[in-house]
Nanobody
Framework: QVQLVESGGGLVQAGGSLRLSCAAS????????MGWHRQALGKQRESVAG?????LTNYADSVKGRFTISREKNTVYLQMNSLKPEDTGVYYC??????????????WGQGTQVTVSS
């Protein structure tokens, strides 16, 4: 099995910064891609940023220029700058993992709350 553990959420004022981390562990052969998603209260979960094994990144239009996704081994980071109240939500990490003894599968973390006050 594979576990994803997020950390780094919290309360910050508008204009501030936070850095989220997500560490993958368990029966991992390789990770094809990792990403961050968020869900605001009463809204659907949306993709925020993703990074593939070759380093190719993508971002939601709403965070381009403010957020930066990066990865080191089995940990993915999301540096969030110039935060806005509309960035508030639960942030989830996900990973497309090829297991040591299994095919590729998608895993999710438990989520970390980010609250941006105005």
């Amino acid at each position: 099995q594979v576990q994803l553990v997020e950390s780094g959420g919290g309360l910050v004022q508008a204009g501030g910064s936070l850095r989220l981390s997500c560490a993958a562990s368990g029966s991992i052969f390789s990770i094809k891609a990792m990403g961050w998603h968020r869900q605001a209260l009463g809204k659907q979960r949306e993709s925020v940023a993703g990074i593939k094994s070759g380093g190719l990144t993508n971002y939601a239009d709403s965070v381009k220029g403010r957020f930066t996704i990066s990865r080191e081994k089995n940990t993915v980071y999301l540096q969030m700058n110039s935060l806005k109240p509309e960035d508030t939500g639960v942030y989830y990490c996900n990973a497309d993992v090829v297991g040591r003894y299994s095919d590729s599968a998608d895993y999710w973390g438990q989520g970390t709350q980010v609250t941006v006050s105005s």
